[in-house]
Nanobody, 124 residues
Framework: VQLQASGGGLVQAGGSLRLSCAAS????????MGWFRQAPGKEREFVAA????????NYADSVKGRFTISRDNAKNTVYLQMNNLKPEDTAVYYC??????????????????WGQGTQVTVSS
């Protein structure tokens, strides 16, 4: 599967952005999906994950209550709605796909496919 992330940009603290990740190739519902982010000089960290149907989600503590992951299997797309953004959310955001569609994990090495990343910058 090929993944294409988009929707990043520059936003002021307290603002919102919605990231999209479009998938092509194998049936999209065959994958669990995740979002990760990497800030300069830091390791890649888990943000959110969603199972194949959208019935299960998981979030990093740092984004709970502010970010929402969702998916539209008819459009082969996973979304990350980010509200109340903070400067510490500044990072390159990556979407990823995992072959086991029902099992959620925040461990990056468990994901099989990665998109190219989209930059999110939050100014104070």
């Amino acid at each position: 599967v090929q993944l294409q992330a988009s929707g990043g940009g520059l936003v002021q603290a307290g603002g919102s952005l919605r990231l999209s990740c479009a998938a092509s190739g194998r049936t999209f519902s065959s994958y669990a999906m995740g979002w990760f982010r990497q800030a300069p000089g830091k390791e890649r960290e888990f943000v959110a994950a969603i199972n194949w149907s959208g019935s299960l989600t998981n979030y990093a503590d740092s984004v709970k209550g502010r970010f929402t992951i969702s998916r539209d299997n008819a459009k082969n797309t996973v979304y990350l709605q980010m509200n109340n953004l903070k400067p510490e959310d500044t990072a390159v955001y990556y979407c990823a796909a995992k072959n086991n569609p029902s099992f959620l994990t925040g461990i990056a090495r468990r994901y099989d496919y990665w998109g190219q990343g989209t930059q999110v910058t939050v100014s104070s």
